[in-house]
C-alpha cells in the first residue's frame, strides 16, 4: 500500500513539473480546474477566509478550491494528474 502512495506522490509531483512547461497556456476555467485539484490533493479541503470581493483571481481560485470540499486527497490528485495527460498530449 505504501509503494502505491508512493507512485501516486511521484506521478503527481511529475504533473506538478510536465504543467509548468505546456507548449500552450490553458483556458481560464481549465487552469481554475488545475489549481483547485493541485491544492485539493496537496492540503486538502479548503482553509482560510474567502479573499475580498475585488480579489476576482483570489475569490475565483478559493470557489474552485472550495467546489472540491469532501474529495479525498488521492481522488483529486488522480483527477490532476489525468487532466496534466491530457494537456500535455
Known amino acids: ?8 506522490q511521484a506521478k503527481f509531483e511529475q504533473a506538478t513539473k510536465d504543467v509548468k512547461n505546456l ?4 483556458d481560464n476555467d481549465t487552469l481554475l480546474k488545475l489549481y483547485a485539484l493541485y491544492k485539493q490533493g496537496s492540503e486538502g479541503d479548503v482553509k482560510g477566509d474567502k ?6 483571481v483570489g475569490t475565483a ?9 469532501g474529495t479525498k486527497q488521492d481522488d483529486a490528485i488522480k483527477k490532476y494528474i489525468d487532466l496534466v495527460k491530457k494537456l500535455v498530449g
Open 23 to 26: 507548449k500552450e497556456k490553458p
Open 61 to 69: 481560485k478559493y470557489e474552485a478550491w472550495e467546489k472540491l470540499a
Open 51 to 56: 479573499p475580498g470581493f475585488f480579489d476576482f
Open 1 to 8: 500500500m505504501a509503494a502505491a502512495k508512493d507512485d501516486l
